[in-house]
């Protein structure tokens, strides 16, 4: 808002000066005592009144989708978009055995705007599959010295149906991996589940990331388009469940049901399972008591941090193992140190005219 009440008093000063300026120049031809007495103030308002609409037409030029594609390439192109990793542990012995890498956009005039919305904008805006590319080098960057150490730490990224789809990009992974000395075992694609697969069988595309040594996981399992079926035929390494069903495992029998389904699934199919957004010592016992191999993610064990923590998160890894009758020690990153932008967000900016969210 700010800036668009400068665009609009710059409009008028700029109306008013070739306003002005066009009267002058008249002026110069005829003899000034012929000229009316609004022969200024006329010309003058009519420039001011093209400003505004001027300044209003490049206003809805910025707020759309061409100025929404403009500012997501800038924040990309200086950096603005940065990244945060919350630690994922293994529910039996409480050591973190992974990140997930975040995306964050702290827009200067916006504020922080919701992971949803930016990828949104850059879904519809054709930004999508370089916004993915962006995520995956910043990642590799700054967990290079971590995910060349030995060890099985390793690094989640979430990706979309149309990065898979994309021929070139699983050349691009090979080649990056490559270039930052890491090995393609140590990194987890997570398909996200916010856009179905347009082709009709995906288990070539998944195939190829598979033989390259990338592990494959299914993300917010039992939200979108993925059903039992599609892990049955997409030989996908794992699934992540979404957070919804931990949340009300403790209100809702059929969601007890359905996560002991999945458990029992899992195990039949020899895929291991990710846990979402476990947040008390007593969600973390459930899911240990009948899932002691399952992966744990979610502010009990650590809220998303900036890279420069996580020697500390690492240094911290070795907490004690928990048990379905022990308490589970909270893990790493505290509120104190967490990024201020995974916290809750009271305003989330509405989609700019033209962009869907």
């Given at each position: 808002m700010p800036y668009f009440l400068l665009l609009i008093l710059a409009g008028i000063v700029l109306g008013v000066a070739v306003g002005a300026f066009s009267t002058a120049a008249d002026a110069?031809?005829?003899?000034?005592?012929?000229?009316?007495?609004?022969?200024?103030?006329?010309?003058?308002?009519?420039?001011?009144?093209?400003?505004v609409l001027l300044s209003l037409l490049l206003y809805r030029w910025y707020?759309?989708?061409?100025?929404?594609?403009?500012?997501?390439?800038?924040?990309?192109?200086?950096?603005?978009?940065?990244?945060?990793?919350?630690?994922?542990?293994?529910?039996?012995?409480g050591h973190t055995v992974g990140v997930e890498a975040l995306a964050r956009w702290p827009h200067e005039t916006l504020g922080a705007i919701a992971p949803e919305t930016f990828f949104a904008w850059a879904e519809a805006t054709g930004l999508g599959r370089q916004l993915t590319r962006y995520v995956v080098r910043a990642a590799l960057a700054d967990l290079r010295i971590a995910l060349r150490e030995p060890g099985d730490f390793y690094c989640s990224i979430n990706v979309t149906p149309r990065d898979i789809e994309d021929i070139s990009f699983?050349?691009?992974?090979?080649?990056?991996?490559?270039?930052?000395?890491?090995?393609?075992?140590r990194i987890v694609l997570e398909i996200t589940e916010s856009l179905a697969f347009v082709v009709d069988d995906p288990r070539t595309l998944i195939a190829q990331y598979l033989q390259a040594g990338f592990r494959?996981?299914?993300?917010?399992?039992?939200?979108?388009?993925?059903?039992?079926?599609?892990?049955?035929?997409?030989?996908?390494s794992g699934l992540k469940l979404d957070r919804t069903l931990i949340r009300w495992v403790s209100a809702n029998d059929w969601a007890a049901t359905v996560l002991e389904s999945v458990f029992e699934m899992t195990r039949r199919m020899n895929i291991y399972v990710i846990v979402e957004g476990i947040e008390s010592p007593e969600q973390a016992r459930y899911v240990l008591a009948r899932a002691p191999a399952a992966t744990g993610q979610g502010w009990l064990y650590g809220r998303p941090c900036r890279a420069e923590l996580l020697p500390v998160l690492v240094s911290r890894a070795a907490s004690p193992p928990a048990s379905a009758s022990a308490p589970v020690t909270p893990g790493f990153c505290p509120a104190a140190l967490a990024d201020e932008s995974s916290r809750a967000i009271s305003r989330r900016p509405a989609p700019p005219a033209g962009v869907r969210a």
């Open positions: 110069r031809d005829l003899d000034a005592t012929a000229q009316p007495a609004g022969g200024v103030l006329v010309p003058a308002l009519a420039g001011a009144f093209g400003g707020s759309g989708a061409p100025g929404v594609r403009h500012r997501i390439k800038r924040a990309m192109r200086r950096g603005h978009i940065h990244m945060v990793y919350q630690p994922l542990a293994n529910m039996s012995s699983a050349r691009f992974m090979l080649e990056t991996t490559r270039e930052f000395g890491i090995s393609p075992e494959v996981v299914i993300d917010d399992f039992g939200t979108g388009y993925a059903n039992l079926s599609n892990l049955l035929t997409w030989g996908v």
